[in-house]
């Protein structure tokens, strides 16, 4: 298994563009979600999605889109990129029956965006 | 909601001395609480959970933590440091919410370990 993966690992973006962050799994995992990493503040929740088709809003939404058309694939599209969005991006993924307790989430290796 | 307090953004250890990286919650029902460990350039790796039963969890890599309710705390600790731990530690706890089990992390705290 190749588990969650990333691409691309580094992008830099001028602002106004727009861009789409690649995330896949080969888990079957039900449960995936977007991460943003910032120095000093942790991992914040930006979006996540329980299932092909449903998708929620995480901590800090604003600027940011996703879909999950398969249960594999989970894309983070930035519409029009700002400077404050400047961070590294990590997807994770989990098996889901909520019921029985918190599954361990399995993160990517991040992608790092710079945004001039 | 809920959230977690990492004491110290940044420790430092001599190898072979006891690690112990502190972290607090809150939580207005029992919780389910994570170590993940990152190391550099990649992304986060489970370390150790609690979730129910046994205060005090082992992991991989020598570390452990003990859940204490009384002091809402869940501290990582290693009795003896070794130069391959040295890493970014993040604590999170688990929030339920919109059919999913969020992770709520901590500012993290990086270990460093020197000879």
């Known amino acids: 298994n190749a588990g969650v993966t990333q691409t691309p690992k580094f992008q830099v973006l001028k602002t106004g563009q727009s861009m789409t962050l690649q995330c896949a799994q080969d888990?079957?995992?039900?449960?995936m979600s977007w991460y943003r990493q910032d120095p000093g503040m942790g991992l914040r929740l930006i979006h996540y999605?329980?299932?092909?088709?449903?998708?929620d809003q995480g901590e800090v939404p604003n600027g940011y889109n996703v879909s999950r058309s398969t249960t594999e694939d989970f894309p983070l599209r930035l519409l029009s990129a700002a400077p404050s969005q400047t961070s590294v991006y990590f997807c994770?993924?989990?098996?889901?029956?909520?019921?029985?307790?918190?599954?361990?989430?399995?993160f990517g290796p991040g992608t790092r965006l710079t945004v001039t | 909601a809920q959230s977690v307090t990492q004491l110290g953004s940044h420790v430092s250890v001599s190898e072979g001395a006891l690690v112990l990286l502190r972290c607090n919650y809150s939580?207005?029902?029992?919780?389910?609480l994570f170590w993940y460990v990152q190391y550099p350039n990649q992304g986060l790796q489970l370390l150790l959970k609690?979730?129910?039963?046994?205060?005090l969890v082992k992991g991989i890599n020598g570390f452990e933590a003990e859940f204490k309710k009384s002091e809402t705390s869940f501290h990582l600790t290693k009795p003896s440091a070794h130069m391959s731990d040295a890493a970014e530690y993040f604590c999170?706890?688990?929030?339920?919410?919109?059919?999913?089990?969020?992770?709520?992390f901590g500012a993290g705290t990086r270990l460093a370990v020197h000879p």
């Open positions: 609690y979730t129910t039963g046994a205060t």
């Open positions: 888990m079957n995992h039900e449960y």
């Open positions: 994770a993924s989990s098996y889901g029956r909520v019921g029985r307790g918190p599954y361990e989430q399995y």
């Open positions: 999170a706890v688990s929030e339920f919410s919109g059919g999913y089990n969020k992770l709520i």
């Open positions: 939580s207005s029902v029992p919780p389910y």
């Open positions: 999605s329980v299932g092909a088709g449903i998708t």
